[in-house]
């Protein structure tokens, strides 16, 4: 851990960003939010002031509480969905690599069909599929990255299945779910935890991508994407820091997603360093 | 080699018949069908809704839906819309060029700016030219580009007076206005594209760089200039082209939210549309025409590492 700080000082840097982010949307109240759904008529459409550091909406309601609150929905998306992902993927990949044969061949091709598909438009579908809410979006975005993820883990534990170790649990007569679990997720924690890191960027832009056609978090409920579109753009010449502020607050969570993911994986595999 | 592409192309089809299938059941699978949506907006809608489902064939048995779907593919008949009747084939050939141009033009962008910036940021590694492109690579990764999108309307103009066109213009009728209107989205969306490839170029030309052959070319004498983009940059080359290969299902998906923030007629909108629609045949006929080209890209890319490194020889 001292070593990752002092090896990879941006990596850390981005880590005490996002716990600061975390910090501050899950405890938004202490930190100056008040309601971010309550309505003021006379406050409407306000430049950012002491009162409402970044303005107010077309609605009156404060900014930067909207920020805030939309934070908790972007960074429980990003979590929830990497964590799917990643237990998905696992399952996918580690029984696809280990049972082999028609079960991989199956599964495979099927892998195959789902990612000669974009990913937003597949994610536009699944979410009409499941519902547009909170959980449904999560489980949409994890569902979707889970199959690329998937293949990753897969060659892993593909090569990891060949070795001489894993011949010998065999013959020691180990159950496979034993070898599945004892043996050869052991192995994969770091691949896992490179395609959690540099998941948690791509699914928080995903949610943002899915409120800003429309299908993500539905208003009056803030999220940084939905805060972009909507009245955001509808009001874009008159109040542009409706539209600036959650922009920059989903870039910067984004951006510490990165670099920290880059970190991450530097340090379990140092081959691919600055790709 | 033309084996290999036969081979290839034949098992294609049956990911293209995995993917038809699993659009089928994916799109049947959500909640309310075109019937509803259609009462929902129009109550006054004199028919019964059990008559108009039985009309559009939405009453019959998933299997027979489903033999008539493939059967109809087959014969490459992609059916009608459900909510308007017009054949989707119709409305594809007239939005495909759209967002064909679109993905097409923001996937060149971003390799004319991502390569010659990836070989400068190599050669110049470690100096404040190379920190500094670095930088604005990662921010443009970071910067979601609908937001991008955005902050360019809104600063263009304020600043100089440009709105995106309400209307689209074709290439026929104005080339250098229809050229003008794409090249802003493909900047935009590119960027992010532009920035992995960049990284990408950089990391695997420094690789090769280092290699043996390199520093015999070198040591030849021949010209540093030479070296680099003859030599080195070539075997570089084949990861960039195996991520420019996986970016164009992102630029694909990419031009669903450039067309709604710059205005353009393409599948993207439609997609968007036939969602909310239920439009099950539109929905079919628009992903199975983005997976095929998809499919196809993947099968170019595969040859093209053909072409740029002789020792790989596909039998």
């Known amino acids: ?275 | 080699m033309f084996v290999y592409v036969l081979r290839r192309l034949s098992l294609a089809v049956p990911t293209v018949w995995l993917v038809a299938t699993i659009l089928f059941l994916l799109v049947r699978m959500i909640p309310g069908d075109t019937v509803d949506v259609m009462f929902d907006e129009q109550s006054s809608y004199a028919g019964s809704m059990d008559e108009l489902r039985e009309k559009l064939g939405l009453n019959d048995p998933l299997m027979v839906q489903y033999g008539d779907y493939i059967l109809d593919l087959a014969r490459g008949d992609l059916g009608r819309s459900l909510f308007n009747n017009v054949p989707v084939r119709d409305e594809i050939a007239s939005r495909a060029p759209v967002t064909l141009q679109l993905a097409l033009m923001t996937l060149v962008v971003a390799s004319a700016i991502a390569l010659p910036v990836g070989v400068i940021a190599a050669t110049k590694q470690d100096t404040p030219l190379d920190y500094g492109l670095r930088s604005i690579s990662f921010l443009l990764l970071a910067v979601p580009n609908f937001f991008l999108g955005t902050m360019v309307i809104l600063y263009g103009s304020v600043l100089f007076g440009w709105i995106p066109p309400v209307t689209y213009v074709t290439v026929f009728q104005d080339p250098w206005s229809n050229f003008v209107q794409f090249l802003i989205p493909a900047l935009i969306f590119g960027s992010s594209l532009a920035a992995s490839q960049m990284r990408m170029t950089r990391t695997m030309l420094l690789e090769t760089l280092r290699s043996d052959y390199v520093r015999t070319a070198m040591s030849k004498g021949l010209r540093y200039r030479d070296v680099v983009l003859k030599h080195a940059l070539r075997n570089a080359l084949l990861p960039v082209i195996t991520i420019i290969g996986l970016q164009v299902a992102g630029a694909l998906g990419g031009t669903v939210i450039a067309e709604q923030i710059f205005n353009l007629p393409g599948l993207g909108r439609l997609t968007v549309n036939a969602v909310r629609l239920r439009d099950y045949p539109v929905l079919q006929g628009v992903n199975l025409l983005f997976a095929v080209t998809i499919v196809g890209v993947n099968l170019i890319v595969d040859l093209s590492y053909a072409y740029l490194n002789p020792q790989i020889r596909y039998r």
């Open chain 1, 1 to 275: 851990m001292g070593r990752f700080i002092r090896r990879k000082p941006l990596g850390a840097a981005s880590a005490l960003v996002l716990l600061g982010l975390m910090l501050w949307s899950a405890a938004a109240p202490l930190f100056g939010a008040s309601d971010p759904l309550m309505i003021d008529g006379r406050a409407a459409l306000q430049s950012p002031s002491l009162d409402h550091v970044f303005g107010t909406d077309n609605l009156g309601r404060d900014v930067y509480s909207r920020v805030a609150y939309g934070g908790r929905v972007s960074l429980t998306v990003g979590f929830g969905a990497v964590a799917i992902s990643l237990a998905l993927a696992t399952a996918i990949g580690v029984s696809s690599a280990y049972i082999g044969g028609w079960y991989d061949a199956i599964l495979q091709r099927i892998v195959d069909a789902i990612m000669a598909l974009p990913g937003l438009v597949l994610l536009l579908m699944l979410v009409a599929l499941f519902g547009g809410g909170l959980w449904q979006v999560m489980f949409g975005i994890g569902l979707l990255a889970a199959f690329g993820a998937s293949r990753v883990l897969r060659s892993s534990a593909l090569s990891v299945s060949t070795s001489d170790y894993i011949l010998a649990a065999h013959a020691l007569g180990a159950r496979d779910s034993w070898i599945m679990f004892r043996h050869i997720l052991p192995n994969l924690i770091g691949p896992m935890m490179v395609i959690a890191t540099l998941g948690l960027g791509s699914a928080v832009l995903a949610e943002a991508s899915l409120s800003f056609l429309g299908f993500g978090v539905p208003e009056p409920h803030p999220s940084w994407g939905n805060m972009i579109s909507g009245y955001g753009r509808q009001y874009l010449y008159q109040a542009p820091w409706m539209a600036i502020a959650p922009g920059i607050a989903l870039t910067l969570a984004v951006f510490a997603f990165n670099a920290l993911g880059d970190a991450v994986r530097d340090a379990i595999d140092p081959r691919m360093r600055g790709t």
